[in-house]
């Protein structure tokens, strides 16, 4: 939680009184969170930008949320490692928080608040835009070799014949004669060695081999005139022996092995740079987020405790078990800057219209959510 009060010494020392309650009941680890000395501007133009500033904090979580999940997609074999990957400037992002520093040189403060707004919400379109445009190169590279992989598995009915078949296994270049192929349940082995040779005239006597087998059938390669093949197919169909329309084209089954080869080297060699890039922008999105957080803080800080800009603020990490108690122990500390609405939180049964400002809950203190929990849906 990023928290604000306003800098007099009443509330600098409500702030101590913070940090020594929560550091004693182990509520929460504390931290200083230094916003520089912004361009204030006018009121009417804080008051849009708090509105702009709601929309751009939401939209920077999404992408940011959107990269660490992408990440964890494409480092498909490793999840485990996906969250020593979500680094910011180098660090883990509580260290980047508790240390954080504005980026003069990035978001030069001279300049009007709005600028800096512009200058984020660009960035995080850019990022957003890259990411689209990568994430749909690999995945359509990922898709076709996957789509290639999965014809090697299955059964023989449908998987591809192409790791199977030998060119010594058919008659080839005859205008006569053919092999075809041949699936036959086990439980038929033996009906097929009698039989073959009789559902059609013209067949190759002793023409039968099996060579492939899975769980359930056996591929078998018959041969036979031409001319016949079709009342062969009809006639082995009858007997529930599947024929596989497949003819042997060595050029085309060196091409599938070339491709799904080749779509596996492509993939191999964008992993690297793709993840290099997801890193690099997670922690570029993460350092602009807190950016965004910070102007939040500052603008809604003047609008609630005024000027000359007076505050200060406090970076909070919550003990997840005691979250509720932490809360009340703020409200406690806080209610002075607000009687009406603490008074109502303490109350929660009574509904107030407009207590709660859009999605954000509203508190006697300033108060914005960091949330870090980034790889859950």
């Known amino acids: 939680w990023l928290i604000s009060a306003p800098g007099d010494k009443t509330n600098l020392q409500a702030l101590e009184r913070m940090n020594t309650v929560t550091s004693k009941a182990n509520l929460s680890s504390n931290s200083k969170f230094l916003i520089p000395d912004l361009k204030v501007g006018t009121l009417d133009a804080l008051v849009g930008l708090s509105d702009e500033l709601g929309k751009l904090d939401l939209f920077a979580e999404s992408i940011i949320k959107k990269i660490a999940q992408y990440i964890g997609e494409v480092m498909e074999d490793s999840k485990d490692k996906v969250q020593e990957n979500l680094l910011a400037n180098g660090v883990d992002l509580i260290t980047y928080l508790t240390r954080f520093e504005w980026d ?54 449908t998987r591809t014949l192409a790791d199977i078949v030998h060119k010594d296994d058919f008659v080839l270049n005859s205008e006569y004669l053919i092999t075809l192929l041949v699936v036959v349940p086990k439980t038929s082995y033996i009906a097929w060695q009698k039989t073959y040779e009789s559902l059609s005239d013209m067949v190759v006597p002793r023409s039968t081999k099996m060579i492939a087998e899975d769980a359930e059938a056996g591929l078998f390669t018959v041969t036979l ?15 529930k022996f599947i024929v596989r329309e497949f003819y042997f084209d060595e050029r085309e089954l060196q091409s599938e092995k070339e491709e799904i080869t080749r779509l596996a ?4 060699q964008q992993y690297g740079p793709l993840l290099r890039w997801l890193k690099v922008n997670f922690s570029e999105a993460f350092i602009a987020w807190t950016h965004v957080k910070a102007l939040r803080v ?6 609630r405790y005024g000027l000359p800009v007076n ?14 108690r932490l809360r009340d122990v703020l409200n406690a500390i806080f209610k002075h800057l607000d009687e009406a609405a603490a008074a109502n939180i303490m109350d929660a049964a009574l509904d107030i219209p407009g207590l709660h400002l859009g999605n954000q809950e509203y508190y006697p203190y300033v108060c914005f959510k960091i949330e870090l929990s980034l790889l859950d849906n």
């Not at 001279?110 to 960035?123: G, V």
């Not at 500052?298 to 609008?303: D, H, I, R, T």
């Open 104 to 157: 003069m040189a990035k978001y030069p403060i001279k300049q009007p608040l709005k600028n800096i707004t512009d200058a984020l919400s660009k960035q995080m379109s850019q990022i957003d835009a890259d990411l689209k445009s990568r994430a749909t190169t690999y995945n359509n590279l990922k898709g076709n070799l996957q789509s290639l992989e999965r014809k090697t598995v299955g059964n023989l009915l």
């Open 265 to 268: 080297a492509d993939k191999k």
């Open 311 to 324: 505050f200060q603020t406090v970076l909070l990490q919550p003990n997840k078990k005691s979250t509720k």
């Open 298 to 303: 500052f603008v809604e800080s003047v609008l």
């Open 225 to 239: 005139f031409r001319k016949v093949m079709d009342e062969f197919k009809a006639k082995a169909r009858e007997n």
